[in-house]
């Protein structure tokens, strides 16, 4: 794994890709925040029950510590996230940098998601819901979330984007997917900012960043914290309530079985702890600052359910990345 090093700024911000658009370097990802929500055959989507009131503080706690960057989608808690998102911002929705997503087909009354659609009709529907539903004139980043889409449809997605950015109710938009022939198909749009993208310090994506390295891209980082394996919370045998996606976990989540943590990932995760927790930082801060070591454009967007959670997470961003030195060591550890 080669780094191709790592700028930090004396306030810890970023750019997001060629679009100009100013973020802190650590985004919050508001899919834990939707709630419950399946598909109609039982199979939970979110990470169990919330409290909207803790939410709501726990944005605001997050925007006084100085994060400016939240990402949601229309799918999360089939518009609850958003709704909670639009109601903690108020009057400081000026303040940051609001990313959703569309693509999946939700059913709002029954907190199900019933399909996908991808076509340039729904996504002009499902951005007016999401205006909506965030209280918002415009949407400053917007992510196709159907991760495997036909490269030939989501060409015409792309131009329906530049539509979006001409008509003032987008300012940027990206794709959220793991491929990066598929993420270079977006990119040739002129307001392609950015790539979402699954990476961490157990599960690397060199290809993926040399993309956003050539073509000049945002790697925004889903599951920072390999759903929460990152964060030393999650103990082999460790049951997990029964609508969190991780209790039954698809084939695309890995780490997690049917018995809850997957003892050969976590026993990975003890592997790097010493390295991770130096300096003072909790095994998720490392985790973080591994991803800004990794590469000057990543901004990671670590889930929250909690105040206590907000703060863990932003107190990463006072520290800064790992050294090269570390990230040397971390290689060796996982025999990379």
């Known amino acids: 794994m080669e780094s191709s090093g790592s700028t930090w700024s004396d306030d810890g911000r970023r750019t997001l890709g060629r679009s100009g658009i100013e973020v802190s370097a650590l985004g919050f990802g508001c899919w834990a925040i939707g709630g419950e929500w399946a598909r109609p055959d039982g199979q939970p989507l ?42 903690a911002l108020g009057k400081r929705r000026a303040d940051v940098v609001v ?3 569309w693509g999946n087909v939700i059913d709002e009354e029954r907190r199900l998601a019933v399909g996908s659609d991808d076509s340039p009709e729904y996504a002009r529907r499902a951005l007016t819901a999401s205006l909506r539903r965030l ?10 979330h159907i991760s495997d ?22 300012r940027a938009y990206a794709w959220s997917t793991d491929d990066p022939e ?22 690397d994506a060199p290809e993926m960043l040399a993309l956003c390295e050539e073509l000049g891209l945002a790697s925004i980082n889903r599951s ?31 780490g997690f079985g049917d018995g809850g943590a997957d003892p050969e990932w976590l026993a990975r995760v003890d592997a790097l702890r010493s390295v991770l927790t130096s300096g003072g930082r909790t095994l998720a801060q490392g985790a973080l600052a ?17 105040v206590a959670q907000a703060e863990e997470n932003a107190g990463a961003l006072a520290q800064g990345p790992l050294t090269a030195g570390q990230l040397t060591e971390i290689d060796d550890a996982l025999g990379r």
């Open 46 to 87: 979110g990470w169990g029950k919330v409290d909207d009131d803790e939410s709501v503080r726990a944005i605001r706690r997050a925007l006084d510590l100085g994060v400016t960057f939240f990402d949601t989608a229309d799918a999360y808690g089939t518009g609850h996230s958003e709704r909670v998102l639009a109601r």
């Open 99 to 101: 990313a959703t997503k």
């Open 135 to 144: 209280d918002t004139d415009h949407i400053d980043l917007y992510q196709l």
């Open 149 to 170: 889409a036909d490269p030939e449809r989501a060409a015409q997605l792309r131009d329906t984007c530049e539509e979006f950015v001409r008509e003032g109710l987008v």
């Open 182 to 203: 598929r993420a270079a198909v977006f990119a040739e749009g002129e307001h392609c900012a950015a790539v979402q993208h699954r990476l961490n310090v157990l599960q």
């Open 224 to 254: 920072p914290l390999a759903m929460g394996l990152l964060t030393g919370r999650r103990g082999p045998g460790q049951s997990l309530e029964a609508g969190d996606i991780r209790s039954r976990p698809p084939a695309w989540l890995p």
């Open 290 to 306: 591994w991803l800004w070591a990794r590469s000057p454009r990543t901004v990671p967007i670590p889930g929250f359910r909690s």
